[in-house]
């Protein structure tokens, strides 16, 4: 070859790399544009994000404060209680022991919990508002649990089990008591979706199942074996100076400080919500997924279990849109109206792409105080955004999110 051809083929290589590192940094440039809109408009106190496509950490960023009454700032290790971000790994517990043979998908959760021997399906109130129960038509499954199937669902997005808890008793689902899951279902199992308490009760069938308390079984087998250091159900003393303040929107869309901290001496470690963590270690799950249940040289899941993760379980059931019952704790919320989704063992899944550059198939959810995660396993892309404010479906928040994933898919494109 001549050195005049060499040469011209050296420099477009090098043009290219240059290009590539511009557009990657314009793109970076971009997030950080994303995230800090919200922060300098006063719409929100603080927000970490992180993303990674199949090559390694594709964006890290934290902006703004870790509350509205510190000067604190946002930093990369700030802890979050993660809420409903809890389930996925949860899922991917239970995921473990069926593949052990230690629990089954389809037997019924009775024959482990005595609680779910005879579940019954509330009806409505009488007219002096006790409350009509039938048997269920059908036992609850692990399967159920996990798809959100099973008929439990959460007060604050079903009136009648909010009415229930008040004529019965039972304490809010915040104390982490175990009489707090003691609600009836609200349709017979497998016949609908709702969102719900299920994943506390497949906690509580890991730990019959493992011998271990839920804590535990996490920590030996998902959280260290992915080096999530920073993840655990109770706010631990070192976390003292990175904890994520908790706020409330107001009538006038301002931020106020209040106060918040889960139990710290849980009877239940909640499965459905308990957990506190970092951005960075949710991510690192997030990449095991990403990568069929291996990252870091650590094996959490067998691909086939990996796969179901990946694969809506319910069709032609769907994803119903959630509708509040308690405007302090959530808005009305629907991810992609229009877009059809169903759930997979662990995730929301959308059926076709959305208007945020993820591919169908992909997987998603949140935690109740606008923590938000997904997982495109087509592109290979996922991320993290953290926020901590109540109620859930932040119109700020749902913005910034939405930017951010578009923002990311965009970067991830170009590198």
Known sequence: MRREAVTAIVGAAAAAVVGDAKASTMGRERIDAVLRRGI??????????????ERGVLYEGAFGRRS?????????????????????????????????????????????????????????????????????????????LLTHTSGFTYPMWNADHARYAAVAGLPDLGS??????????????????AYGIGLDWAGLMVERASGQ????????????????????????DDWNGRLAGMHARQPDGSLKAIDFRMPAEPEVFMGGGGLYATAPDYLRFCR????????????????????????????????????????????????????????????????????TGRSAGGLSWAGLANTYVWIDPVRKVTGVILMQLLPFADEPALETYESYETAANELARSV
């Open 40 to 53: 300098e408009t006063g719409r929100l106190a603080g927000v970490v994000a992180v993303a990674a496509t």
């Open 288 to 355: 095991a997924i990403m990568h069929g249940g291996l990252f870091d040289g650590s094996a959490i899941l067998s691909p086939a279990s990996v796969a179901s993760m990946c694969r809506d379980q319910i069709a032609p059931i769907s994803v119903e849109r959630l509708r509040t019952a308690d405007a302090a704790l959530s808005n009305d919320a629907e991810f992609f109206p229009g877009i059809p989704k169903g759930w997979s063992y662990g995730f929301m899944t959308n059926g076709y792409p959305t208007p």
């Open 176 to 193: 982490c008591r175990k009489a707090a899951l003691l609600a009836p279902l609200a349709f017979d199992p497998g016949t609908r979706w």
């Open 68 to 144: 509205v009454t510190s000067d604190d700032a946002m930093t990369l290790d700030t802890v979050f209680w993660i809420a409903s971000m809890t389930k996925a790994l949860t899922t991917a517990a239970a995921l473990q022991l069926v593949e052990r043979g230690k629990l089954s998908l389809h037997a019924p959760a009775g024959d482990l919990l005595p609680e779910l021997r005879a579940p019954e399906v509330l009806e409505g109130f009488d007219a002096g508002g006790a409350p009509r129960l039938r048997p269920a038509r059908g036992p609850v499954t692990l399967h159920h």
């Open 213 to 236: 308390r839920l804590d535990s079984y996490l920590r030996h087998h998902v959280l260290t074996p992915l080096g999530m250091a920073d993840t655990g159900f109770v706010a631990r």
